[in-house]
């Protein structure tokens, strides 16, 4: 899946256009909710040892929050990794060349649900 097809599928789906809150930094971009303004994605370059323990090259990244149940299981899905930079007991990392749109549509909705809010 490529960063495009993902912002496309995201806009589509949530109506979400993405946010670029970061300083001096072009390529992170936030998705987040329209009314509570919470993250449900970040999407990022990553250096993919970070996540692999090889292969030094940039690759987009995309967190998502996860039921910590979840997580673990997930995590055995090729492309899936322990989240690089935020809590890693709630986010996961997806390395976004090694996964299909289809795969990440469930994982994208998850997120979205665990990060509206609650209604009053």
Same mark, same amino acid.
């Given at each position: 899946?490529?960063?495009?097809?993902?912002?496309?599928?995201?806009?589509?789906?949530?109506?979400?256009?993405? $946010? +670029?809150?970061?300083?001096? $930094?072009?390529?992170? !971009?936030?998705?987040?909710?329209? $009314?509570? +303004?919470? %993250?449900?994605?970040?999407?990022?370059?990553?250096?993919?040892?970070?996540?692999?323990?090889? $292969?030094? &090259?940039?690759?987009?990244?995309?967190?998502?929050?996860?039921?910590?149940?979840? &997580?673990?299981?997930? !995590?055995?899905?090729?492309?899936? *990794?322990?989240? *690089?930079? !935020?809590?890693?007991?709630? %986010? =996961?990392?997806? =390395?976004?060349?090694?996964?299909?749109?289809?795969?990440? +549509?469930?994982?994208?909705? !998850?997120?979205?649900?665990?990060?509206?809010?609650?209604? +009053?």
């Amino acid at each position: 899946m490529t960063r495009q097809q993902l912002l496309e599928y995201v806009k589509e789906e949530f109506g979400v256009e993405p $946010d +670029k809150p970061f300083n001096n $930094d072009f390529d992170s !971009m936030v998705l987040r909710h329209k $009314d509570n +303004k919470k %993250w449900f994605a970040l999407v990022m370059q990553v250096a993919k040892n970070k996540l692999t323990g090889s $292969d030094g &090259r940039l690759v987009d990244v995309l967190n998502l929050k996860c039921e910590p149940m979840l &997580r673990q299981p997930l !995590m055995q899905n090729k492309g899936i *990794y322990e989240c *690089y930079h !935020m809590n890693k007991i709630h %986010w =996961i990392s997806v =390395i976004l060349e090694e996964v299909s749109l289809e795969d990440v +549509k469930p994982l994208l909705d !998850m997120s979205f649900e665990l990060t509206k809010g609650h209604k +009053k």
